[in-house]
């Protein structure tokens, strides 16, 4: 008898999405308090790669996305460092279409 190999239940690995800190950007950080709030927002997001002319090349569909965590950077008075947050997310699935 030989072993026959069946698929199972998709597995998706999560995502980290990085970037400077930006002033002002209250909708990203409301829907981060949903998780400490025990209410998780699930939200359809697109993630977008931009060429050299701001057009986007590759874009990636990520579907029923909610928070993780976030990490910001160390902030030290003597540093000069640009401060960057790291958002990892989970998510159900997701497609990516070449443009």
């Known amino acids: 008898f030989s072993k026959i190999k069946m698929p199972g239940m998709a597995k998706f690995g999560n995502i980290t999405l990085k970037r400077g800190t930006f002033k002002g950007d209250n ?3 409301e829907w981060l308090q949903t998780v400490q709030m025990n209410t998780v927002e699930r939200r359809s997001i697109t993630i977008s790669l931009l060429d050299e002319n ?23 008075a003597e ?3 640009v401060a960057i947050e790291a958002l990892e ?7 990516i279409e070449h443009n």
Do not use: C, M, R
């Open 27 to 29: 909708d990203y950080f």
């Open 54 to 76: 701001g057009a986007p090349a590759v874009t990636w569909k990520v579907k029923n996305a909610f928070p993780l965590k976030l990490q910001s950077t160390d902030l030290k």
């Open 79 to 81: 540093g000069n460092e």
């Open 89 to 95: 997310i989970a998510h159900e699935g997701l497609t």
